[in-house]
């Protein structure tokens, strides 16, 4: 067995070579296995940038996906769509319960691509094969020289389907790829070849005068699908066997939301936006016929009734928003039938519990260049002032612009808690900043989710980190106690809306009362007076200065620091480092669930956990965080 198994690795020497995962993650999606596909787990997939493949991995057991049972410590087969593709969406689907595949969105090309991977189960699955034509010698000049390919090797994984032009110009060969491109090394009679990606290696033999060419055609059954623009978003239509993509062409500058048939693989039909729409990210609502879209060129995005027989027939409105935008993303509550039952049947307002409020229909929106991902009421047709105390009518400020969102189905228990001290639990929205940031905002609030402390001045053996600096002649203000959180400073419930900064209040004796400043934050327009309760410009914090037995002089101060205490992911620290490292650029985040516990009854309870796959493209990584602790328990690298 082990000979064997040396002879089959020793025979793939040719291509093989040690690369890493992920090469730009840029993209991910998740095949619900609730839903549908041959696994019992759920089996993500992620686009990388700069090589054009697709990596599936294991979500719930944090490895890349085996899908070769037998030997499972082989890396999993890729799916190679070419390294001169440039995929910006992928969407997962399974035409039968033995079947997986994934569609992918060719920003470069301008085309849809269909790549089959999984195309059966024995029980193990079986993954789709590259395989070749015969080479074909093209003798331009008549000569009668004829060369050819000789053991010719593909790599599943690497190889794709495409077309291989090789020429001469009299000394060697350069070796073309119509979906990996030019070679940077170049082919030669009697030397063995090996292209850049290990998609095809060969020996060449013959002769050949200048001019002449060869040509292969590899496949690995992905096929193109011309929609006649390019295609910025892909989406899948709920609970129905269709996808819906945004089809832009530029030089008309016109965009149509088109319905795909994901059983018999063709378009339905289609409808288009106004002239000069650029409808980058899709939302659904509670249907099928919900269908929101962020416009990225224009300050709106457009709510669709959608007609999935008729799509020509489907109807929208726009609505003005700050600024064109960046992405989308739909989030609701309310009892499910099974709690509304249980509530009827209950006296004592069973689900009564002041964190949770469960008739809300949200949209958020990512506002391009800004730093801010802005809640549209859908009940109330009205944009939601999330911190009514600043002066922006919109979502609170996450330090960075966004790149992507995505919202929670369930309802996901978080490390804050309440008044009565229970786990706060609900629907939320992860975002995924510019500056290399994950954050998770509160679906009813539009609020930056929060740790167990929340927003605070940290507390040094055992006391509030606010020193009084006392300058000239002696001075004895000091700060009130609250009784009720026994703490000098409150800070803002609203998670987000105060920094992680220092603040400095000082006393000005000409004007008789204190200047506020923070670190970020700057000058506060608003003044504090000895006695009076202060609240910053935008509400972040608040105090009040008792006046001390002696009068303050020009100069005292007071200062302290204080913690946004809100959910942040942006650094992490990878197995066998000393440091950890800050993300860099991460992609669109996907929140995901999966079950743990016993499947047969036995004594462990069965529970889901809400979990985020995020792919981070400069750091070449991807992670999967754990919502309710809010920490990184896979890296896959």
């Known amino acids: 067995m082990i000979i064997s198994l040396l002879v089959l690795l020793s025979a793939c020497d040719d291509t093989f070579e040690r690369t890493p995962s992920f090469d730009g993650p840029s993209a991910a999606t998740v095949l619900d296995s609730q839903?549908?596909?041959?696994?019992?787990?759920?089996?993500?997939?992620?686009?990388?940038?700069?090589?054009?493949?697709?990596?599936p991995l294991d979500l719930k057991h944090a490895t890349l996906f085996?899908?070769?049972?037998?030997?499972?410590?082989?890396?999993?087969?890729?799916?190679?769509?070419?390294?001169?593709?440039?995929?910006?969406?992928?969407?997962?689907?399974?035409?039968?319960?033995?079947?997986?595949?994934?569609?992918?969105?060719?920003?470069?090309?301008?085309?849809?691509?269909?790549?089959?991977?999984?195309?059966?189960?024995?029980?193990?699955?079986?993954?789709?094969?590259?395989?070749?034509?015969?080479?074909?010698?093209?003798?331009?000049?008549?000569?009668?020289n004829t060369a050819t390919m000789q053991n010719i090797v593909l790599t599943n994984g690497w190889t794709t389907t495409e077309t291989w032009t090789l020429e001469y110009d009299g000394t060697d060969w350069s070796v073309e790829g119509s979906a990996s491109g030019l070679q940077p090394n170049r082919a030669r009679f009697g030397t063995r070849f090996k292209s850049e990606h290990h998609e095809i290696a060969f020996t060449l033999t013959g002769n050949a005068s200048r001019g002449d060419r060869i040509t292969i055609e590899t496949d690995t059954g992905i096929t193109e699908h011309d929609l006649g623009g390019t295609i910025l978003a892909l989406a899948r239509v709920p609970g129905q066997p269709m996808m819906a993509l945004s089809v832009y062409e530029p030089a008309t500058e016109q965009n149509s939301i088109a319905l795909w048939d994901l059983d018999e693989n063709v378009e339905i039909g289609r409808f288009e936006l106004p002239e000069g729409a650029q409808a980058w990210r899709f939302a659904f609502g509670e249907s099928a016929a919900e269908l929101y879209v962020a416009d990225a060129r224009n300050p709106q995005f457009f709510e669709v009734l959608l007609n999935i027989d008729e799509p020509s027939n489907s109807e929208y409105l726009a609505v003005a928003a700050a600024g064109p935008l960046a992405d989308i993303a739909w989030v609701s509550d309310s009892l499910s039938n099974a709690e509304a039952v249980l509530e009827d049947a209950d006296t004592g307002d069973l689900f009564d519990d002041p964190s949770i409020n469960r008739d809300y229909e949200?949209?958020?929106?990512?506002?391009?260049?800004?730093?801010?991902?802005?809640?549209?009421?859908?009940?109330?047709?009205?944009?939601?002032?999330?911190?009514?105390?600043?002066?922006?009518?919109?979502?609170?400020?996450?330090?960075?612009?966004?790149v992507g969102l995505d919202a929670s189905t369930e309802r996901v228990y978080l490390p804050e808690r309440n008044d009565l001290d229970r786990r706060v639990e609900g629907k939320v929205v992860a975002v995924s900043t510019y500056g290399g940031s994950l954050l998770l905002l509160n679906g009813e609030t539009g609020c930056a989710a929060t740790d167990y402390q929340g927003p605070h001045v940290p507390i040094t053996q055992g006391f509030e980190s606010v020193q009084f600096?006392?300058?000239?002649?002696?001075?004895?203000?000091?700060?009130?106690?609250?009784?009720?959180?026994?703490?000098?400073?409150?800070?803002?419930?609203?998670?987000?809306?105060?920094?992680?900064?220092?603040?400095t209040v000082t006393f000005d004796e000409l004007a008789g009362n204190w200047e506020v400043e923070g670190s970020i934050s700057g000058m506060q327009v608003q003044r504090a007076y000895d006695d009076q309760r202060y609240v910053s410009d935008?509400?972040?914090?608040?105090?009040?200065?008792?006046?001390?037995?002696?009068?303050?002089?020009?100069?005292?101060?007071?200062?302290?620091?204080?913690?946004?205490?809100?959910?942040?992911?942006?650094?992490?620290?990878?197995?066998?480092?000393?440091?950890?490292?800050?993300?860099?650029l991460p992609a669109a985040p996907v929140l995901f669930e999966y079950r743990t516990g016993r499947t047969d009854g036995g004594w462990d309870k069965r529970n889901q956990r809400a979990m985020i796959m995020l792919p981070v493209m400069n750091s070449d990584l991807v992670l999967r965080v754990r919502v309710k602790r809010w920490d990184v328990e896979a890296i896959w690298n």
């Open 362 to 402: 949200h949209l958020f929106v990512a506002v391009a260049g800004e730093s801010r991902v802005d809640v549209y009421d859908l009940q109330a047709d009205d944009w939601i002032d999330v911190n009514p105390l600043d002066a922006v009518t919109g979502g609170i400020d996450l330090g960075s612009p966004v």
């Open 35 to 55: 839903e549908m596909g041959p696994f019992d787990e759920p089996i993500g997939f992620v686009a990388n940038a700069r090589n054009g493949r697709i990596v």
């Open 66 to 144: 085996s899908d070769q049972v037998a030997a499972p410590f082989i890396r999993p087969r890729w799916i190679a769509t070419g390294s001169e593709r440039r995929l910006s969406d992928l969407l997962a689907w399974s035409p039968t319960e033995q079947q997986v595949t994934i569609y992918a969105s060719d920003t470069a090309n301008g085309v849809l691509i269909e790549a089959p991977y999984v195309l059966g189960m024995e029980p193990n699955p079986i993954i789709a094969e590259a395989s070749h034509s015969d080479p074909t010698f093209d003798d331009r000049d008549g000569s009668g």
């Open 538 to 584: 935008n509400g972040a914090i608040s105090f009040t200065v008792n006046a001390g037995t002696t009068a303050s002089s020009d100069g005292d101060n007071f200062t302290f620091y204080t913690d946004e205490g809100i959910l942040r992911i942006d650094r992490v620290q990878r197995t066998g480092s000393v440091q950890a490292e800050a993300l860099e």
């Open 469 to 503: 600096t006392d300058v000239g002649r002696p001075s004895s203000p000091s700060m009130l106690v609250d009784d009720a959180t026994g703490r000098r400073v409150q800070a803002s419930r609203c998670g987000g809306v105060l920094r992680t900064e220092m603040w």
